[in-house]
């Protein structure tokens, strides 16, 4: 089942129903709410039970690719759909977790000085990549090049020397 939106978060602020919390508002959403940091911090285990859950977070969403980082640093983000297509980004350091809504166009960029090793976990055992560039640039067949001038609003030999790197 598709969702009807591109993502939920909980609007805790509002009165539960017997379907859960309301959305908020998803022009209102932050990184935070996509985020959680503390994942390296050691938790209290002295109780009966010998452990700490830590809820990283409280939202609805339809299927989660969740990005967390144990070094490093990274900028990572997501851009919602139409009409918006705002950009949700934060920079992650250790400890770290992001979760990018499932479908929207998102990346990850080391902007640290040294290696960044992350761990990612996705919503199907067998999720598929797409790579923007490569689907747009280098699809085969080509998308005719008159119709990738257009949308792009760039001359063809711009997208004539794109294609011929993919």
């Known amino acids: 089942m598709d969702a009807l939106q591109d993502f939920c978060v909980a609007d805790l602020k509002g009165s539960p129903t ?6 908020k508002d998803p022009k209102t959403v932050q990184a935070s709410d996509f985020s959680f940091g503390g994942l390296h911090i050691p938790g209290n285990t002295s109780n009966a039970f010998g452990s700490k859950v830590t ?20 900028e990572v983000g997501f851009v919602t759909s139409n ?12 400890g770290d977790v992001f979760v ?6 998102h990346f990850q960029r080391n902007t640290g000085h040294r290696n960044a090793v992350a761990i990612a ?10 790579t923007v560039a490569n689907a747009v640039f280098g699809s085969k067949p080509d998308i005719p090049t008159d119709v990738l001038a257009k949308a ?7 997208v004539q020397k794109l294609q011929a790197k993919f």
């Open 100 to 105: 990018f809504p499932i479908g929207l166009v």
């Open 18 to 23: 017997i379907n859960g919390f309301a959305c």
């Open 121 to 130: 976990a996705l919503s199907s055992q067998n999720p598929g990549v797409i």
């Open 55 to 74: 809820p990283a977070f409280v939202t609805q969403i339809p299927g989660l690719n969740t990005f967390g980082i144990s070094m490093g640093t990274l």
């Open 83 to 94: 009409p918006e297509n705002r950009l949700v980004s934060k920079v992650l350091r250790k």
């Open 152 to 158: 792009f609003q760039v001359d063809r030999s711009v």
